[in-house]
């Protein structure tokens, strides 16, 4: 359950990551269904016809956020073809098995003792999140997932 600080904090910075220079290529919405969630479609850098919308999640507003990929037509969270083929996303399991994301640190229990690969403190989590996704998507990305 999200803290009365949690949301205050969610819908601030909401707003503010509008201005950040990146945000020309997103599409944010709030997501209805959780209180600490959006929806962000984006693309990466050198293929900006290959469009994909990206659905966050926080249980904790200061721990990693849960990153799933979304069918834009359908809105299938099953569909190995709305993932992004980037280092660490795995479109057949539908996640992301990265230190920055839940289902890379409950795949990984190990991680939260490492100091390289535990999340660190963040003071704009969603800043964080959003921009993780875009670096992934511009630095690593190799085409869309198959089905």
């Not at 904090?9 to 969630?37: H, M, Q, S, T, Y």
């Not at 280092?87 to 994301?101: E, V």
């Not at 839940?102 to 800043?127: C, D, K, R, T, Y």
Request: charged share 25%; glycine share 4%; with cysteine.
């Amino acid at each position: 359950m999200a803290t009365q600080l949690e949301l205050a904090l969610f819908a601030k910075e909401f707003i503010k990551v509008k201005n950040l220079p990146e945000a020309e290529r997103w599409e944010l919405e709030r997501d209805k269904e959780v209180p600490l969630g959006l929806f962000v479609t984006l693309h990466p850098l050198s293929r900006p016809e290959e469009r994909y919308r990206a659905r966050i999640r926080w249980n904790d507003y200061f721990s990693a956020f849960s990153l799933k990929f979304i069918n834009l037509e359908t809105g299938s969270v099953i569909d190995p073809t709305a993932w992004p083929q980037c280092f660490g996303f795995r479109p057949a399991s539908f996640d992301a098995c990265l230190p920055w994301t839940a289902e890379g640190q409950a795949l990984h229990p190990e991680w939260l003792a490492s100091g390289n690969q535990s999340f660190p403190a963040i003071e704009v989590p969603m800043q964080y999140a959003l921009l993780r996704v875009q670096l992934s998507l511009d630095s690593t990305y190799q085409g869309r997932g198959r089905a």
